[in-house]
């Protein structure tokens, strides 16, 4: 089992950036596929990126492609997403989201483990 916490959001205007940061408990983090998710308000859940147990595969949703980045650092149990040149329309709760299969990581159904998330919010 996996325990996961997020960090880093916060209030920004357009065009600046942040770094999320996910950091798990648990000895068998590097055994994990590591998603974001986010939620807007009235909106459901959608994918962001995603990224396998050792980084070898990366994925992202098309609106986001050129601007996040995520990463991880497996000795520091901590995934991150960089997100640069942020819009409005990335406000939003931030998940972080751990399972053990790497297939279909957009899915939201098939992960196991869910942070509580964190809030960025978008000025413009």
């Known amino acids: 089992q996996v325990k996961l916490v997020e960090s880093g959001g916060g209030l920004v205007q357009a065009g600046d950036s942040l770094r999320l940061s996910c950091a798990a408990s648990?000895?068998?983090?590097?055994?994990?596929?590591i998603g974001w998710f986010r939620q807007a308000p009235g909106k459901e859940r959608e994918f962001v990126a995603a990224?396998?147990?050792?980084?070898?595969?990366?994925y992202y949703a098309g609106n986001v492609k050129s601007r996040f980045t995520i990463s991880r650092d497996n000795a520091k149990n901590t995934v991150y997403l960089q997100t640069n040149s942020l819009k409005p329309e990335d406000t939003a709760v931030y998940y972080c989201?751990?399972?053990?299969?790497?297939?279909?990581?957009?899915?939201?159904?098939?992960?196991?483990?869910w942070g509580q998330g964190t809030q960025v919010t978008v000025s413009s």
């Open positions: 989201a751990a399972k053990v299969d790497w297939s279909s990581m957009s899915l939201e159904r098939l992960y196991d483990y």
């Open positions: 648990g000895r068998t983090f590097s055994s994990y596929n």
């Open positions: 990224i396998t147990w050792s980084g070898f595969a990366t």
